[in-house]
């Protein structure tokens, strides 16, 4: 009996022993696998922030390069612009033009009869044809007749109007049927803002008769042009920092003063406009409102 309560009692110590070993391993394992799994855990959080890092390069990269494609769309249109409105000078350098003015030109021709560009043998010829076909278009016939002359040279356009469409003879005020011409010149003044204008006073060699109200004909074309610079301001509402009033008295004729209808050719007022010809031509050229009723 006493035996056996001893191998009972060697058998359970044993056994004891044995289950704590086993614990004691998987602790120790379970302490390693946690700590493993806590290494993980953090290289994972590093590979995932490099990861997100690399995604917002490729995202700077993207966006870089579609920048980078934009400005060369841009740049190549830049210089297919810079080639349309390269300046070049033709007609033995007496006519400044861009490949934008030349094609609107051309189309301008285009709606003319053969009879009126006959008279046309150059290209400066062409533009001033061109010019005076759209400008005309802006008036009705009652303001043109032969009082009404346009021209361009060196890109400045130049309308010379008749004295007698604007003054009485050696008077400065401006006749009030003069409206409908000036309403037109101002609509076309203030249409672009670039445009710089000078109203130029000319008149004959007559001399001014004694008692009037003017000084001789220095004093005549310097009023004539105050005066229209003057209507164009406060009764159209073109800026005044735009305008220039200049007179010429009798000392740039384009006609033989010793003749009476030489005389009235002298006698005229210059409108010189000095606009970028591509926003003139497309002013001009606009469909459906070419004649100002």
Known sequence: MKKL?????????????????????????????KGEL???????EELEAKFAKIKERVVAYNSKIKTLGETNNSL?????????????????????????????MEATLSKMSAAELSGASTLKDSLNLAIAYNMRNKFNNQDMNDDVHFNIDKTVV??????????NSGS?????????????????????????VIIEGHTDSQTIKKGANI??????????????????QKKYQVDPSRLIASGRS??????????????????????????NL????????????????
């Open 5 to 33: 309560i001893i191998i009972t009692l060697v058998l359970t110590v044993l056994s004891s022993c044995v289950s704590k070993k086993k614990y004691t391993a998987l602790e120790t394992e379970l302490t390693n696998t």
């Open 38 to 44: 806590q290494k993980t855990t953090v290289k994972k």
């Open 76 to 104: 190549n249109q830049s210089l297919t612009d810079v080639n349309n409105e390269k300046l070049v000078l033709v007609d033995n350098n007496t006519v400044v033009m861009s490949k934008n003015v030349k094609a609107k």
């Open 158 to 167: 130049m309308i010379s109007v008749s004295d007698k469409m604007l003054f």
């Open 172 to 196: 400065y005020r401006v006749k009030t049927n003069a409206s409908g011409l000036l309403t037109k010149l101002a609509d076309i003044i203030n249409s672009e803002p670039s445009m710089d």
């Open 215 to 232: 000084v001789d004909n220095w004093d005549l074309s310097v009023k004539r042009a105050t005066a229209i610079v003057r209507e164009l």
């Open 250 to 275: 009798s000392y740039v004729p384009i006609a033989d003063n010793t003749t009476k209808e030489g005389r009235a050719r002298n006698r005229r007022t210059n409108i010189i406009i000095l606009p």
């Open 278 to 293: 591509n926003k003139f031509f497309a002013l001009l050229a606009e469909e459906d409102s070419t004649i100002i009723e």
